[in-house]
């Protein structure tokens, strides 16, 4: 079963520029998050879907971020414009919606460094 | 508003048991998560406990006070590889599917 798939793993930009990223959860799974992971902490929620639906998008910063999930698989997540602080990695995640809900599978990140 | 806290670092030696402490705040609360990172990876799952107890999967066991707000993971048998970031996750918000990642602890296993 493949995992979680991100890409690009690794996106430099100058500020004020925009930028993509995108993410195939595993088959199947109705849940995906957005996770952004400053250096040294943990990963902070910026939003939830529940299939095509975003449930929880309270943490997104909404002035310069946006996100869709088309037909309930592939997500994208997008900055326009970054700012330096928006350096970070930027996880998807994707759980199934049922008693195993809790546990949920990490794609190996976005790198973003803006210069 | 919630909050978690775990010690920033852990040190020990292989072959040693560690234990790593979360105590958490949260205005709702349905469980506590464990993962594991390495530098440059991916989070990934180890453990949850909805209930009271501890729950034991191989060498890693985690535990939890829902009265007490804390719970803990314990490393057994520590490896070389076990060396990491250790975060605990609360989870809470309508219908518990909003997890809440605490600051996690660095575990450095020395030989």
């Known amino acids: 079963e493949a995992g979680v798939v991100q890409s690009p793993r690794y996106k430099i930009i100058e500020k004020k520029q925009p930028v993509a990223f995108w993410c195939n959860p595993i088959s199947g799974h109705n849940t995906l998050y957005w996770y952004r992971q400053n250096l040294g902490q943990g990963p902070e929620l910026l939003i939830r879907y529940e299939n095509e639906e975003a449930v929880d998008d309270s943490q997104l910063p909404k002035d310069r971020f946006s996100a869709e999930r088309l037909k309930g698989v592939d997500s994208t997540l997008k900055i326009q414009p970054a700012e330096l602080g928006d350096s970070a990695v930027y996880l998807c995640a994707s759980s199934l919606a049922d008693t195993r809900s809790y546990e949920q599978y990490f794609g190996p990140g976005t790198r973003l460094t803006v210069t | 508003g919630q909050s978690l806290e775990q010690p920033s670092e852990v040190t020990a030696v292989e072959g040693a048991i560690v234990q790593i402490n979360c105590t958490y705040q949260?205005?709702?609360?349905?469980?506590l998560s464990w993962y594991q990172q390495h530098d440059g990876g991916a989070p990934t799952f180890l453990s949850y406990n909805a209930l009271d107890g501890l729950e034991e999967t191989g060498r890693f066991s985690s535990f939890l006070s829902r009265s007490d707000s804390y719970g803990y993971l314990l490393l057994q048998e520590l490896q070389m590889k076990d060396s990491a970031s250790y975060f605990c996750a609360v989870r809470d918000g309508n219908y518990g599917q909003n997890f809440v990642f605490g600051p996690g602890t660095r575990l450095s296993v020395l030989p």
């Open positions: 949260t205005s709702g609360f349905y469980g």
